[in-house]
């Protein structure tokens, strides 16, 4: 879609913006927010079991999902509070969207503590800033969505300053910052927007008050006079309220989501929490109390009835994973020493891989004792553009790493212990590894300790030397230069 093209579907459609980065398949135009920082970590992967685009995390989470059929109508709006940041993710995932849009009306602490969402109002600068940005370096339209400031006069000022940035439409959340769903919304002041600016306004805030039925969306855009209207709550307490032929009953709705849920693989508990947004004064009732009690896919399925379902299509699964497998020979990951004299390999640490408190690290610690080695040593830095981490680990003079950056302190080093141990073809702890002295091992006194010169400190499992961390900042050196 062009600017022009987008602006134009925006007088006449609906749009569905998702609560806290919780999402729902819609029958317009579909919003979906993560945080910049987050996206910047992921890893652009084509699902071919799935058919689907995945934006992978680290540690193998999946953060965004999207496929074909709604690429058209889906709109990526993100968290952000830098304008550099917000291009990099704009340009991540471009390809895959229609559009992209700044969320600087969520008022929610997660979002306004780092500076994002409607932290932003207090600083038109950066808004300016963040969105011309957008305008000139990607190639989709740009929108954004705003809340109302405690003055008319101060909130025309900054739609007046947003629209000269050169976006497609702006969404305007019909509340100041400080309100909440409970308190009425500012129609008049959404009209006043309409009225001033050029661009395709979108009218939000309507759902406690205005809409709970599909004819009520005309109602609330003719009292607002915005182009469009965008949903929210309504919309996650029953996705039908599209259908201009009314609501679907609720458990037909569930029933659907669930199926989708299930044959795109969404994680079990964005799928409870959608599903317990649908059924709120229900979740008293017999199957609002299976939904609560489930821990996984399956057992939400089985609570609606479902189970059948469910163990066809992980059938169904299986089979496209393991033809997918049969056509792509699996390559074995061999260590490799660069330059620096550091033996790398691309690897991460799963804790679900590994029995309950047994890590790489503890068995590098027994190994380097066993051996009367010094212990590993870590050095840990981190990123600034992502606030990544990467650990390398010294055992024995040499130097361990892995190329992938972990999102905390400790991943990072679990891997690093990973990579000594598999480069030295030495057990780490696995599910199924035989490890008799970390299971059976008990605390050591000083004088026990086989370590040799570093008897005299606690031999804990797992405990370490003094391990330094710097954060990198621009320019600065150091064993990651060049990463």
Same mark, same amino acid.
């Given at each position: 879609l062009t600017v022009s093209s987008i602006s134009v579907c925006l007088h006449s459609h609906l749009a569905c913006v998702c609560i806290v980065s919780k999402t729902d398949e819609c029958f317009s135009i579909l919003l979906q927010e993560l945080v910049d920082l987050k996206m910047l970590q992921c890893k652009r992967v084509v699902n071919e079991v799935l058919s689907t685009v995945d934006f992978v995390a680290p540690d193998d989470r999946v953060v965004f999902r999207t496929c074909e059929?709604?690429?058209s109508r889906l709109v990526f709006q993100m968290g952000t509070s830098d304008a550099e940041r917000a291009l990099a993710v704009a340009r991540l995932v471009e390809n895959d969207v229609a559009g992209i849009d700044v969320n600087m009306g969520c008022p929610k602490e997660y979002s306004t503590k780092g500076g994002m969402g409607a932290a932003l109002l207090s600083d038109p600068d950066k808004i300016e800033k963040i969105l011309s940005t957008l305008v000139k370096g990607t190639h989709r339209p740009v929108t954004c969505k705003i809340r109302i400031l405690p003055s008319l006069? &101060?909130?025309l000022s900054l739609v007046k300053r947003i629209e000269r940035t050169g976006i497609a439409a702006i969404a305007v959340h019909g509340r100041k910052r400080e309100e909440r769903p409970q308190h009425p919304v500012s129609c008049e002041v959404i009209r006043a927007i309409a009225k001033t600016l050029s661009i395709p306004v979108i009218a939000n805030g309507g759902s406690h008050d205005h809409i709970q039925q599909h004819l009520d969306?005309?109602?609330f855009r003719q009292a607002t006079a915005a182009s469009s209207v965008m949903v929210a709550r309504a919309a996650m307490w029953? @996705?039908?309220i599209f259908?201009? &032929?009314g609501l679907r009953p609720l458990e037909e709705v569930m029933q659907k989501y669930i199926k989708y849920a299930v044959q795109y693989d969404n994680h079990y508990t964005n799928t409870k929490y959608c599903l317990c947004q649908m059924l709120r004064e229900q979740l008293e009732s017999p199957q609002g109390r299976l939904l609560h009690a489930a821990q996984s896919s399956r057992e939400i399925c089985e609570a609606f009835g479902l189970g059948a379902f469910y163990e066809e299509t992980m059938r169904e699964l299986d089979a496209r994973r393991a033809d997918f497998l049969a056509k792509t020979p699996e390559e074995v990951e061999e260590p490799a020493e660069d330059t620096s004299g550091i033996i790398k390999m691309a690897i991460k640490f799963d804790r679900r891989a590994y029995p309950p408190q047994i890590t790489p690290k503890m068995c590098l610690l027994e190994w380097c004792r066993r051996e009367r080695l010094a212990q590993p040593v870590y050095e840990t830095v981190q990123r600034p553009v992502d606030r990544m981490f990467c650990s390398v680990v010294t055992v024995a003079e040499q130097k361990y790493q892995s190329t992938l950056w972990d999102k905390s302190k400790k991943l990072a080093e679990q891997t690093a212990a990973i990579v000594c141990l598999r480069s030295q073809g030495l057990p780490e702890g696995r599910l199924g590894e035989?490890? @008799?002295?970390?299971n059976k091992r008990k605390r050591e006194t000083p &004088?026990? &300790?086989? $370590? $040799?010169?570093?008897?005299q400190e606690p031999a804990l499992p797992g405990e370490i030397c003094k391990k330094p961390f710097v954060a990198l900042g621009s320019g600065e050196e150091s064993l990651l230069e060049g990463w």
């Open positions: 059929r709604e690429q006069e &101060d909130t969306i005309e109602d029953n @996705p039908s259908l201009k &032929d035989e490890s @008799p002295s970390l &004088d026990q &300790d086989p $370590g $040799g010169p570093r008897a």
